[in-house]
Nanobody, 124 residues
């Protein structure tokens, strides 16, 4: 079993920055792909970003490309999402996910363990 806990969410003004973190415990995350998804009220959960177990491959949703950056520290079993130039459309609960599919996925069913989420609110 892998336990996943997100932190770092909060309230920020438009144009601001925020970094959310995700710590996985129970197993080392080294062999696992990690990802961030988000869900706004009344909307489906959507892919934000993913990073391969090696850390050398990353993927981003078009809506965040150039503004968000994902990184990982396997020694700390932690993955980060640096979010810059935030706007109200980024307001959502952000979820961290862990998975070990052969390829780096962008769909919710590509991941097996999920955190409870952390709220990010961007005010206009």
């Amino acid at each position: 079993q892998v336990q996943v806990v997100e932190s770092g969410g909060g309230l920020v003004q438009t144009g601001g920055s925020l970094r959310v973190s995700c710590v996985a415990s129970g197993r080392t995350i080294g062999p696992y792909h990690m990802a961030w998804f988000r869900q706004a009220p009344g909307k489906e959960r959507e892919f934000v970003s993913a990073i391969a177990s090696s850390g050398t491959t990353t993927k981003y949703a078009d809506s965040v490309k150039g503004r968000f950056a994902i990184s990982r520290d396997n020694a700390k079993n932690t993955v980060y999402l640096q979010m810059n130039s935030l706007n109200p459309a980024d307001t959502a609960v952000y979820y961290c996910a862990v998975g070990w599919r052969r390829t780096l996925g962008t769909r919710t069913f590509d991941y097996d363990y999920w955190g409870q989420g952390t709220q990010v609110t961007v005010s206009s």
